[in-house]
Nanobody, 116 residues
Framework: QVQLVESGGGLVQAGGSLKLSCTVSGRGFSLYVMNWFRQAPGKEREFVAAISWSGGSTNYADSVRGRFTISRDNAKNTVYLQMNSLKPEDTAVYYC?????????WGQGTQVTVSS
C-alpha cells in the first residue's frame, strides 16, 4: 500500500516563500521519479516539477522555473518543493505524485494561497 502525505501549505504574501513536503509510505520510494502537480480553482491539474530517483535530474514547468526547487531525501522517503518569489497565480492545491507501473498515486493535497 502506497500512501502520500503532503504538508507545508499555507497563506503567504506575494514575494514570500513556502516549503512543501511529501512523505511516502511503502517500499521502493527511492526507485521512482517523484512529481509535484497543482490545481487552481476552475482549472485542470498541471505539472509543476519532477525529480529523478537519485535526485540528479530535475524538470520544471516554465511558469515556476527559477523560482521553485524540487529535492528529495530517500532516507526519509520525502520529496520537497521549495517555492520562492511566490505570485498570486501560484495559488492552488499542490499534490505530490508517484507512478508505480501503471498506477498513479496521489496525496490529499495541500493548499497554497498567495495574497497580492
Amino acid at each position: 500500500q502506497v500512501q502520500l502525505v503532503e504538508s507545508g501549505g499555507g497563506l503567504v504574501q506575494a514575494g514570500g516563500s513556502l516549503k512543501l513536503s511529501c512523505t511516502v509510505s511503502g517500499r521502493g520510494f527511492s526507485l521512482y521519479v517523484m512529481n509535484w502537480f497543482r490545481q487552481a480553482p476552475g482549472k485542470e491539474r498541471e505539472f509543476v516539477a519532477a525529480i529523478s530517483w537519485s535526485g540528479g535530474s530535475t524538470n520544471y514547468a516554465d511558469s515556476v522555473r527559477g523560482r521553485f526547487t524540487i529535492s528529495r531525501d530517500n532516507a526519509k522517503n520525502t520529496v520537497y518543493l521549495q517555492m520562492n518569489s511566490l505570485k498570486p497565480e501560484d495559488t492552488a492545491v499542490y499534490y505530490c505524485n508517484i507512478k508505480i507501473g501503471p498506477i498513479d498515486y496521489w496525496g490529499q493535497g495541500t493548499q497554497v494561497t498567495v495574497s497580492s
